[in-house]
């Protein structure tokens, strides 16, 4: 039996902070991994995508050369295992920092398996068992796969097994019209491949404001991805060689053929071999862990982060969560979930960024609203830069001028949506950063100019 003052279990983007900070604070750490060190993000997520995202941008503007007067001799060819291996050494590069950083630091004890609850304050690791007064349990999520009919007699692709692919899919179907499914289907057509985005509901990006979705379809479509909607009852069964998907569209084929299946149905946490049970610890009825503002369970002295605790689903709410646990045990700063504002991306070509509240959520808050927009045809270096598609927006209330929300559908959308994102940190009204002077040419510039003409929200 190891004693130690704290136990984190899983090294994503909250447990490798958080075993920095506690070790720094005099603490005897034990963290354990069952995986690759970095999780999600680092391994299957976020990097590894955005490597790819990178390839795929590349491919694009190569195809569109010609358009800058830049002419390529002969065709353009995407080699797949390259791309691969180029997301292997970005992503394998992050992989081994946080394997050595943990490995390394002082009064932390790493252990690589998987580890569970034997109580509130024990934890088994293998043959090995642990206790601590404080158990942090940062252990993420997975793919999630749905019931469909037929699904577990063909072969299927999820996010992990995307990482591994090293030929290209002459037609990738991808089931699910959201985040991920985006991301990969127009990766994979700039690669080359034939895409079928399948999605149950009316729209792709459900959560998103309609006009966000409209544009994106259109974005998709004009580069030759099939959008099926409205996919009621999705089936799968093997077709010779092929996989056949069924759809039930009200219109075009009720059934498609591709020769490879991505399911992009959303993501489950790993909480369902835990041990949560022996500790008590409670979760809600889709197995996220219950947690209160502080990230504390119903256990004292058990915290859950990232993931798991179902108040995120991204790498920087995860690493926030880090953030808030610190700030209460180790700097008497009382941080809460609550004070952080909702803000993500969505990077397909033009990146979405967005920040605070959908127009949907702002007209059922039933405040009065002031909304501005401007499409990224009157943007000049959008313009210069051949990169028109989508447009910017942002609500802002009325009495209080302060930004209610925004979305950036644009080049450099991801990196823009920041200067609105910090205003509303800052609680600002919109007036100051409408007299603001930005720099020319930028996208940023404009957002002042459509600060200038709110009109009430429809
Ligand atoms: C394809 C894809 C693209 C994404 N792109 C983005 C993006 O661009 N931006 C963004 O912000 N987010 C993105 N995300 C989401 C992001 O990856 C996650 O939100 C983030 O990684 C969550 O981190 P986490 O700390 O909760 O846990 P994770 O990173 O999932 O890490 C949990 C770790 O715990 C380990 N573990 C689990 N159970 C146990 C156990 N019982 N014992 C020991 N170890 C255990 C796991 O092996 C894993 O290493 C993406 C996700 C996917 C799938």
Redesign the pocket.
């Known amino acids: 039996m190891a004693a130690y003052d704290a136990i984190i ?7 490798p902070s958080l075993a920095g900070r506690l070790t720094k604070a005099g603490m005897k750490v034990a963290i ?15 990097i ?3 490597a790819m995202v990178a390839s795929a941008y590349a491919a694009r503007m190569a195809q569109r050369a010609s358009e800058y007067g830049v002419h390529l001799g002969g065709g353009v060819r995407v080699d797949l295992r390259e791309v691969m291996a180029r997301k292997a050494l970005i992503s394998g590069e992050s992989n081994r920092g946080v394997e050595s950083w943990l490995k390394g630091m002082a009064n932390c004890t790493v ?1 690589e ?4 609850l034997e109580g509130p304050r024990a934890v088994s ?1 293998g043959r090995e068992r642990l206790t601590a007064e404080r158990v942090f349990l ?6 999630w796969k749905p019931e469909m009919p037929g699904i577990d007699d063909v072969p299927y692709l999820n ?2 097994s ?1 990482m591994k692919l090293d030929t290209l899919p002459r037609h990738l179907i991808i089931v699910g019209g959201s ?2 499914g985006l ?2 289907g127009q990766m994979f057509r700039r690669f080359g491949s034939e895409v079928t985005i399948v999605e149950m509901k009316s729209r792709l990006l459900p959560r998103e404001d309609e006009d966000v979705s409209a544009a994106i379809r259109e974005i998709l479509e004009a580069e030759g991805i099939a959008v099926r909607l409205n996919a009621k009852c999705i089936r799968a069964a093997t077709q010779g060689a092929d996989i056949g998907v069924g759809v039930d569209c009200t219109d075009g084929a009720p059934e498609i053929a591709g020769s490879h299946l991505l399911l ?1 149905t959303g ?1 489950r946490p ?2 369902d ?2 041990g949560l049970e022996k500790a008590g610890v409670a979760t809600d009825a889709r197995g996220y862990i219950t947690v209160d503002d502080q990230l504390r369970t119903n256990v004292p002295g058990i915290w859950a ?5 179902g108040k ?8 926030n ?1 880090f953030e808030i646990v610190a700030a209460n045990l180790l700097d008497g700063d009382s941080r809460r979930v609550s004070d952080r504002i909702t803000a ?2 969505l ?1 397909i070509d033009p990146p979405l960024g967005r920040a605070g509240m959908s127009d949907d959520e702002v007209r059922k808050s039933g405040r009065k609203v002031l909304a501005g927009k401007r499409p990224m045809t009157r943007v000049g270096r959008a313009v210069e830069k051949g990169e028109t598609q989508g447009f910017m927006k942002v609500t802002v209330d009325a009495e209080s001028k302060q930004i209610l929300g925004a979305a950036i559908l644009g080049t450099g959308g991801d990196e823009v949506i920041h200067t609105i994102l910090d205003m509303m940190y800052a609680r600002a009204p919109y007036t100051v950063m409408q007299r603001a002077m930005h720099i020319h040419p930028t996208v940023s510039e404009f957002i002042p100019t459509m600060m200038d003409k709110l009109k009430p929200l429809q």
């Open positions: 279990i899983g090294t994503g983007q909250a447990g354990a991994e069952r995986g690759k060190f970095g999780g999600t993000c680092v391994n299957t997520g976020c590894p995508t955005k252990y398996g998987h580890a569970r690791v940062n252990v993420g999520g997975r793919a996010n992990s995307m985040y991920i991301e990969f992009a993501r790993n909480t071999d835990l982060l990232g993931d798991c605790n995120g689903a991204f790498t920087h709410t995860s690493y969560d993500y991306a990077y």
